[in-house]
C-alpha cells in the first residue's frame, strides 16, 4: 500500500503520503487448494502484474494515478472455482480491468487451476461493488 | 509461471508452451517479520509489479520476453532485513533491475518496514547469481 520504494539505492517517494486511496487493486486468491504460502505469493504477483497491465493498456489514466499514489493492493479470498469466476463476471460486467490466473501446474496444483483473480487498478468505489463482500486473505 | 491468462473472458495463449525459461522474477520476502498469508501476498505483489515497472523502463526487451513467455516468477525467503539488504546489492552490482518495498505499516507492521525484495525480470542465469543461494518461501 502506500509506501516508499527505494530503486536500487535511490529512494523515491510516492506523490501520496496520505492513506487516502483513490484507486486500487485486488488480489482474490482460491484458498480451498490449499496452497504454500510461496505459492500464494507467487499467484498474488501473477494476478497483480497482468491485471495491471490490462489497465495500463485499457484504463491508462487509472494505471497512472494508482502507481502514483503508492499502488494500493488488498488481497482477499474465496474457497472455491466457481466464487472466484462470479467475481470475475461482476467485475466484466462493471466494466473493471481484471485477469484470472490458470496456472500450468508446475508445482503442488494440477495443470490449468484456476488459482486467483486480479481486479485493477481502478476506482475504489467500482472495485468495492465486485469485492467488498469478500474476506481478507 | 508460464501459463495461460483468461483477459476477462478472452483466453490469451502465452507464446511460450514450453516449462523452459529464460527470463525470471525473484520476489524475496522476508520471514522474521511473521506476517500473514494475505501481507505476504501483498508484498510479493507490490515487488513484482514494481521490480517489473523497472525492467520495462529499463531493459525493455527482457520485460517483453519475460512478459511473453509466461512471466516467470519464483518466491524465495530472507530472515532478516539485513540479509535482504545484501542481496539486494548483489543484484545492484549485477545491473538487475531491482526494487525494495518498504511499507507504510498501516497493517501489522510498523512504518517504513523493509518487507520485500523485487529482482528482475532479467535472465535468469543473471538472476541466479543473486539468488540461488536463497530456500523458497
Same mark, same amino acid.
Given at each position: ?75 482477499? #479470498?474465496? !474457497? +472455491?472455482?466457481?466464487? @472466484? &469466476? ?42 468495492? #461493488?465486485? !469485492? +467488498?463482500?469478500?474476506? @481478507? &486473505?
Amino acid at each position: 500500500m502506500n509506501k516508499r520504494v527505494r530503486l536500487c539505492g535511490k529512494l523515491q517517494r510516492r506523490k501520496s503520503n496520505s492513506t487516502n486511496f483513490d484507486y486500487k487493486q485486488v488480489l482474490v486468491i482460491r484458498t480451498d487448494l490449499k496452497m504454500s504460502r510461496g505459492k500464494i505469493g507467487v499467484q498474488a504477483a501473477h494476478a497483480a502484474v497482468s491485471a495491471a497491465e490490462e489497465a495500463r493498456h485499457h484504463h491508462p489514466s487509472w494505471w497512472q494515478k494508482w502507481f502514483n499514489e503508492g499502488q494500493k493492493k488488498v488481497a482477499v #479470498k474465496v !474457497t +472455491s472455482r466457481e466464487r @472466484l &469466476l462470479e467475481v470475475k463476471e461482476k467485475a466484466v460486467r462493471l466494466g473493471l480491468p481484471c485477469v484470472v490466473i490458470r496456472d500450468r501446474g508446475l508445482t503442488e496444483i494440477k495443470p490449468g487451476t484456476i488459482t486467483a483473480l486480479g481486479i485493477g487498478p481502478a476506482p475504489d468505489a467500482d472495485v468495492d #461493488k465486485a !469485492t +467488498s463482500d469478500l474476506p @481478507l &486473505l
